[in-house]
């Protein structure tokens, strides 16, 4: 935090209140008053993002405070409009407190916790039990490709043929000369695409979708200025069940929900129960009468 701009404020803050009034409680400077709610010079400080300038700090802070009395203000009116009745949010704010406690604490007691590593084994039977969840909705496609400016044609052989032969072993001179020569590609043998998202980033014209992914030779067209090499590697149509490694990270997430899951109804079970033995919870004679009651 910038001292130029935080002192500069604690003057406004001083300048602006009585002497005998300068300050909260707690002996903490205070930036501005509106009715009977005070905005700390600390609170506005917290809202400055460390590295801020002098300047955009300044900026910043006079609009954090402008914004707050302005909250301010319309509330007051609102609390002096609304009938009482209106007004009362008891039972939501100890609601939303509750849920607020519950998510830090589930949080953290899960994360203290769950194995995040999932194998191989686990995964694959998982995807085995679950198939039909797996359905796809769009093809899915390994593939590499190429795309660089029209201008670099008589130079783009060896890539050329570098990707009639697929040896890995060349991905990585591939690579370096797409760097060297503003291409953008993409040579991971082993991601899967959806078409759609693959089509983004290659404009391809489908007019026969299924035939065309289906071929094994590259692919080269141009588009937009540039020269675009494709090689399909692997394809599978849609309605089918989505190969596994095309899945693998939904897999892995499912399986970590679960096992989160499954953390949580046990903490809950567990706590309940102590909870009982212990006496410290109970039902009255009414709310006993209550579940006792046929349902209608």
């Not at 291409?183 to 391809?204: C, H, Q, R």
């Not at 071929?215 to 020269?227: K, L, Q, S, T, V």
């Amino acid at each position: 935090m910038h001292w130029a701009w935080f002192s500069l404020l604690v003057g406004i803050a001083l300048m602006s209140c009585d002497q005998n009034d300068e300050r909260s409680i707690l002996n903490e400077p205070i930036a501005a008053r509106a009715y009977d709610q005070n905005l700390p010079l600390s609170e506005i400080e917290n809202h400055i993002p460390l590295g801020t300038s002098s300047a955009d700090s300044i900026t910043m802070a006079s609009r954090y405070m402008d914004q707050w009395i302005r909250e301010q203000v319309m509330v007051h009116q609102a609390e002096i409009w609304l009938p009482e009745n209106e007004t009362d949010f008891t039972r939501e704010l100890a609601s939303y407190r509750n849920a607020l406690i519950l998510h830090a604490y589930k949080e953290r007691y899960v994360n203290e916790r769950l194995n995040s590593e999932v194998s191989d084994e686990d995964a694959a039977a998982y995807y085995d039990r679950n198939k039909s969840s797996f359905i796809l909705t769009d093809y899915s496609v390994r593939v590499i490709f190429i795309h660089a400016p029209a201008v670099l044609d008589a130079l783009m052989d060896p890539i050329r043929e570098a990707m009639t032969s697929l040896d890995s072993s060349q991905f990585l001179s591939m690579e370096r000369w797409c760097v060297e020569n503003a291409a953008a590609f993409s040579l991971t043998d082993d991601i899967w695409w959806t078409l759609g998202d693959l089509t983004k980033e290659v404009p391809l014209e489908l007019y026969r979708a299924e035939s065309q992914i289906a071929r094994r030779r590259p692919i080269e067209f141009e588009a937009e200025g540039r020269i675009f090499l494709v090689r399909f590697l692997e394809h599978a149509l849609k309605n089918d069940v989505a190969p596994f490694e095309a899945v693998r990270a939904q897999v892995d997430e499912l399986i970590l929900h679960q096992r989160r899951q499954s953390l949580l109804m046990e903490l809950e079970e567990n706590l309940v129960v102590a909870a009982w033995a212990e006496g410290a919870v109970q039902r009255t004679e009414k709310g006993a009468a209550l579940r006792a009651a046929p349902s209608h």
